[in-house]
């Protein structure tokens, strides 16, 4: 079977394809998955010019971006950012049996605000699906809440003031989600102290390989393949339990790896900046400085 791409430009491809009533704000919609008039064939793949949260609850299907699947729970809640590709699996009859919310705004509507400033520090809108959020019913109620007060102001009339409402509340909601996020940190703290071991292992063989003269410094990329999670949630997650995001994770790595060398070797900081991957000496000593407070020489002498 051929797989169709749908591209979704604006909200109101959005509700055309749902045949789910009309919207009432060309820029923004929110839409009970229960009452959609036409579902989504499984095997499409649809791309969006918009944000959309959702909170969707059937069994036997699943919602695939990149090579990752991801089985909707009762209240799992996933966030999808424009242009990400998303692919729908499963059965036609859990298609229709579907039930849940979905929130869905054209960049437009912020772009002028202070949450289009602020939008990319939501950074769970690059996770990948499987890293969706799951929700316990005291949390669903809460951004159900939120949803409400969003969609009352764009149900009765509207004045001045509406627009900014709207856009403050997609932001509480937002923040609510990013709350709801270090619940799970925290309530998955064991399994994640299993990939801290990992990614740590990764590193320290990535700096004593081949791999590393070849390819240069690792990436947050790298390391976040070797444990199957996005580039962003890696680094919240690191954030969370050792207070360090990926990329510094990574530069303590290097810098205790280049303290070792200075303490024990004669190596010139060139040839120290270029065995740990670093293309310029100049960046090496600039990022050591950094990190330590003092020049790469400095630190050799003074020990």
Known sequence: M???????????????????GQTHHPLISIVDFGQVGQHVKSETKISTDFYSIMCKK????????????????????????????????????????MKGWGLFFHPDLIRDSFLGNIIKDYSFFTYEMSEALHLSEKEESILKETLVNIQQELTDNFDDFSQHIIVANIDLLLKYCQRFYGRQFITRKHSHSDILTKIEKELHAYLHSSELHQNGLPSVSFLADKVCLSPGYLSDLLKKEIGMNAQEFIHYHIIEEAKNILRNSNMSIAELSYTLGFEYPQYFSKLFKKKTGVSPVFYRSSN
């Not at 791409?5 to 045949?19: E, N």
């Not at 990752?68 to 298609?95: H, M």
């Open 2 to 20: 051929m797989n169709t791409t749908i591209h979704l430009s604006t909200i109101s491809d959005l509700i055309s394809l749902l045949q789910c």
């Open 58 to 97: 059937t069994c036997n299907q699943q919602i695939r971006y990149g090579k990752n699947a991801f089985d909707f729970n009762e209240g799992s809640l996933i966030c999808i950012s424009p242009k990400q590709v998303i692919t729908i699996d499963g059965s036609d009859e859990a298609n229709e049996s």
